[in-house]
């Protein structure tokens, strides 16, 4: 894991828990773990998956987002900078 980032090194993804009503885990890749990697956080509530899948998508995409960010500070007048915020949202919204 880098330890110089402020996030949860990715790529992360959800799942649902076996045997539990209402709670997704995030899980980070690891291919020596039992699970297929290691949980990161959970969510709970009827809303559980919504919530992971933010999470997910907050760290696999934070470079992504972080650029878009930029682009639209730097050019707030520029489609092209609106363009990719927008690709990179709607990417975030399939994670």
């Known amino acids: 894991m880098n330890v110089d980032t ?3 090194a ?13 709670e997704s885990a995030v899980v980070s890749s690891d291919p020596v773990a039992d699970n297929g ?10 809303r559980h998956v919504e919530n992971a899948r933010f999470i997910v998508a907050a760290c696999n995409l934070h470079d992504d987002l972080v650029a878009a960010l ?18 990179v949202l709607r990417q975030a919204g399939e994670e």
């Open 10 to 22: 990715g790529p992360l993804d959800w799942r649902p828990r076996k045997h539990v009503t209402n």
């Open 70 to 87: 930029a682009g639209l500070q730097a050019n707030p007048n520029d489609p092209r900078a609106h363009r990719k915020a927008l690709d």
């Open 37 to 46: 990697g290691f949980v990161v956080a959970h969510t709970y509530g009827p």
């Open 6 to 8: 402020k996030h949860t």
